[in-house]
C-alpha cells in the first residue's frame, strides 16, 4: 500500500534536492498547512505591501502561518497579528525583526520586544533569546548578499542558531540554498523556507509543508518544522526587482493622489 503523505513528502525533497520546484499550492491537505517564516511589509525601507494585504494573499495563497520579519522593525508584525486575531482567526502570525547586527542579518522569531539593528550577533541573539525567541539564519549562504551573517560568526554561533532558513525564494543561485540544506543538516538546526517577500505576489513562493497545528508558541514551531518540508519556487532576482520597483511606483502614485485630494478639499 502507497504511503501518501511519503510520497508528498518525497516528491518535495526530491523537487527541493534540484533547487526545489512550485508546487500548484494544491496539496494542502486539510491535515497540512504552508508556513514561511520570512516576508516584509511597509514597515520596511525596501517594501510598501500594507498590513491589511496580507491576511487576503495568505488566505488566495494558503499560506496558514507567517512570520512578518521586517528590517529592525515589528510594528508591521505587531500590527498583522492584531489584525489576523480579529478579523481572519484561522491564520497565524509570527511576531519577528531581521535584525541587521555588526556582524551581518539574524531573524529572531516570537518577539515581544523591538531589537536594535547594529548589536554584535552574539548581543543580538541573547536579546532574542531573553524574550523566549527563536534564532533564524535567513540567507546565510549567498555570498551575494552583502547583509548576510558572516560565515566566521555563524560557525561561532552554529550551535545558537535555531532554525537555518534552507530555502529562501530570492538567493541568486539555487545552489547556495542546497549549502544552507547540507549545513543544517550537519549541524542539526531546524529546516525552514521564507519567501523574503518584498512585494504582495512575492507571499506564497515559498513555505514549509507541515503538519496542521495551531501556531502560538516557539514549540508549536518546532514542533511543525520537524514534520515538515521546505518548498518554494526561486524568484530570478531580476524579475524581483522589476517588481519591487512596479510597487514602489504604484505606492508614490497613491500618495501623490492623496495629496492632490488635500489640495482640492
Ligand atoms: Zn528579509
Known sequence: MPDPEKTVR???REAQDKGAVMKDGDESTPNRMKIDLHCHTQYSWDCVTPIEAIPPRMIETGIRVQA???HNNIEGALAARRLVQKEYPQLDIIVGEEVLTD??????LFLKEHIPRGLSAIETIARIRGQGGLVLLPHGFDPLKKLR?????RNEL????????????????????????????????Y???????HTLRDIGGAWVEAPYMRIDTPADLLKALEGGVPVGKRVH??????YRLFDAARGQLRRWGRQLQRAFN
Open 191 to 197: 529546516q525552514s523556507s521564507g519567501s523574503d517577500a
Open 237 to 242: 532576482p531580476g524579475i524581483s526587482l522589476l
Open 10 to 12: 518525497d516528491e518535495q
Open 158 to 189: 552554529r550551535n545558537q542558531i535555531d532554525i537555518i532558513e534552507t530555502f529562501n525564494a530570492r538567493v541568486n543561485r539555487d545552489k547556495w540554498n542546497q549549502a544552507a540544506a547540507h549545513y543544517a543538516e550537519e549541524s542539526g538546526a
Open 68 to 70: 512578518i520579519t521586517d
Open 103 to 108: 556582524e551581518g542579518e539574524i531573524i529572531g
Open 149 to 153: 551573517l558572516r560565515p566566521d560568526v
